[in-house]
């Protein structure tokens, strides 16, 4: 139950590809809400825990290089994290009347685990139904990246376990985004940032928040700041 009467919260979620701006991108949304009076918790998976950290360190080989995992290790411990974070993190979050912004959520385990990784697919779903304890996002925003590169990103050479894998498994991985956006066309918004700065990818993801969640989040905004709607608005042309 969120507090005295107030809005419930609201579960939006960033998807893509290694290196597409997820946390770019989800730090300037929490950002943006907060300055309209929103309460936010920004958080992300794996590693959104003390816990989900140490899984973290051990499913992207932070801890030792080399580190070897079966393709069903894999996934178990991000489903394990994912467990934790939903219980620890994410729900308390959301009951107190929160918009939680998580950098990759259950579609993550099915994009990388079950496409890329080729795990079965109704298996994966039925563990993020466990994980998760049925928790769906209000919004998942796609970030995809079709073809080409970010103008001017930053190039990592320390690449983890999983962004060292080869092509072939990254488009794998965008074949399950696409599948995805297409069985939950309600839910998940694909926003190709092919070729575009962090500004533009920025407007994207407000126009995207404002068609899909604006009633939402003037329900929240109209009790906290009365006048910032038009504000805001100008703000983002
Ligand atoms: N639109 C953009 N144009 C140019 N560079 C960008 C853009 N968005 C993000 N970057 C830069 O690209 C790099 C990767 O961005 P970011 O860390 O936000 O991606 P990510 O999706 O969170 O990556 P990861 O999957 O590894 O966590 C960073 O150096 C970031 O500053
Ligand atoms: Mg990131």
Do not use: C
Not at 17 to 36: I, N
Not at 47 to 61: D, E, K
Not at 192 to 212: H, I, K, P
């Amino acid at each position: 139950m969120s507090p005295a009467g107030a809005p419930p919260g609201a579960l939006i979620t960033f998807e893509g590809l290694d290196g597409t701006g997820k946390s770019t991108q989800a730090r300037r949304l929490a950002r943006w809400l907060e300055r309209q009076g929103v309460p936010v918790l920004h958080t992300r998976q794996p590693g959104g825990t003390a816990a989900g950290r140490r899984m973290r360190a051990i499913v992207l080989g932070h801890e030792r290089r080399g580190v070897r995992l079966a393709p069903e290790a894999e996934l178990l411990l991000m489903m394990a994290d994912r467990a934790q974070h939903v219980s620890e993190v994410v729900r308390p979050a959301l009951e107190e009347g929160r918009w939680v912004i998580s950098e990759r959520f259950a579609d993550s385990s099915v994009a990388y685990q079950a496409w890329g990784l080729g795990i079965d697919a109704e298996l994966v779903e039925r563990l993020n139904r466990l994980a998760t304890g049925g928790l769906v996002p209000d919004l998942t925003l796609w970030l995809d990246l079709p073809s080409g590169v970010l103008p001017g990103r930053r190039q990592r050479p320390r690449r983890d376990r999983i962004e060292g894998r080869d092509e072939g498994f990254f488009a794998r991985v965008r074949e399950g985004y696409l599948a995805l956006a297409a069985a939950h066309p309600e839910r998940i918004v694909r926003l190709d940032v092919t070729g575009s700065s962090r500004d533009r990818v920025e407007a994207l993801v407000r126009t995207a928040v404002m068609e899909r969640l604006g009633r939402r989040l003037q329900e929240v905004t109209g009790r906290t700041r009365p006048n910032h709607g038009g504000e805001e608005a100008g703000a983002l042309s």
